[in-house]
């Protein structure tokens, strides 16, 4: 978490192109950071740790989903992310206690930005929150993953990013793959599905915006800004005699809600410490068919095989972009120093 909290140096958040890796390491907007791991022979204990830190990842994505569908026939989606924010804002508090140099990265710089980021991660939240009511958890899942394909779509229009072969072939799978899950004009579709690519693309959006604050704000800024003003906008949805219906027996989805989000970051962000891409993002793609076994054996959800072959896609199309842009670290490794190469060559 550490190593996430301190700003990406300006010179190479110029430079580098957003990669499917580098948002699905980061856990979210707000959290990517620079990563080259060794490429040496990954060693047991170092296997161990990415065992561990991936198990975490899973487990805080499956309790969030989780706590939100235990909580969803007494809190609406904005009072849930209420305490979303407002128990962020908490940890993040006992954080910067703890640690000055948090506490000076903090400043009112650039919030033009800021305001913009935060009101479309807002809309973001709020899709996938209200998904997760309506959805099967594996379906939610599923579509989530399509972030990644958004993100390098949005750079290449937003940022002037290069669209190369790959990365076109690897979108058009992934593109596939929704319509897959979707079903356009079949019966099992379902208009909240739409509610959730809104999601990954409003999602996708704030990573974008996050790619140029990075250039000049730390990380732990930005997430202080970030529930600093979520939480009145969840708020403004909110029944102000919502925390008068809380209850005892909400009091484990409550805190799964407030603390899930940033374990994600944390463990997520240790585990590429520990192992290359190429390893790390085939195990957080376990968390379909975890999340499938869930809603089968506790919700009653039906296993879908077409959600299963539409995440199979998208997973490719994922894993296809990760293995070019792999072997395009390689090549600029081997360059001779001082020769350029321009981005998402």
């Not at 010179?11 to 791991?37: C, D, K, M, W, Y």
């Not at 593109?175 to 996708?204: D, E, H, N, T």
């Not at 290359?276 to 968390?287: G, Q």
């Amino acid at each position: 978490m550490q190593e996430s909290l301190t700003p990406c140096p300006a010179r190479l958040a110029e430079q580098r192109a957003i990669t499917f890796p580098e948002v699905l390491q980061s856990g979210g907007p707000g959290n990517a950071t620079p990563h080259s791991p060794s490429s040496d022979a990954m060693s047991p204990a170092r296997l161990g740790w990415l065992v561990l830190w991936m198990s975490g990842t899973l487990a805080a994505f499956i309790v969030a989903a989780v706590s939100v569908r235990a909580l969803s026939s007494s809190l609406n989606a904005f009072e849930m992310m209420t305490v979303r924010s407002a128990g962020g804002l908490v940890i993040l508090a006992a954080m910067a206690a703890l640690r000055p140099d948090l506490r000076r990265s903090v400043r009112v710089h650039r919030m033009t930005m800021q305001s913009l980021r935060n009101l479309v991660h807002f809309g973001s939240q709020i899709c996938w929150t209200i998904a997760i009511t309506l959805l099967p958890f594996a379906t939610v899942f599923a579509l989530e993953f399509t972030i990644p394909a958004f993100v390098t779509a949005l750079a290449v229009v937003c940022l002037g990013e290069r669209l190369t072969a790959s990365r076109a072939a690897a979108l058009a799978v992934c593109l596939i793959g929704v319509v897959v899950i979707l079903r356009p004009g079949f019966a099992a579709f379902q208009p909240a599905m739409l509610l959730m690519v809104l999601g990954s693309l409003l999602f996708a959006s704030a990573a974008v915006i996050t790619k140029r604050l990075i250039v000049t704000e730390a990380t732990f800024s930005i997430m202080v800004w970030m529930t600093l003003m979520q939480l009145p906008m969840n708020l403004a949805g909110s029944d102000p005699s919502f925390v008068f219906r809380l209850e005892a027996s909400m009091a484990l989805p409550l805190l799964g809600i407030a603390v899930a989000g940033l374990a994600v970051h944390y463990c997520l962000t240790n585990a590429f410490r520990c192992g290359d891409a190429s390893i790390v993002i085939p195990m957080d793609f376990l968390r379909v068919p975890l999340i499938a076994v869930i809603g089968w054996l506790f919700y009653g959800e039906l296993l879908d095989a077409f959600v299963f072959a539409g995440a199979g896609l998208i997973i490719v199309g994922v894993l296809w972009n990760v293995r070019s842009e792999a072997q395009r670290n390689v090549r600029l490794a081997d360059l001779p120093r001082g020769v350029g190469i321009q981005p998402a060559e």
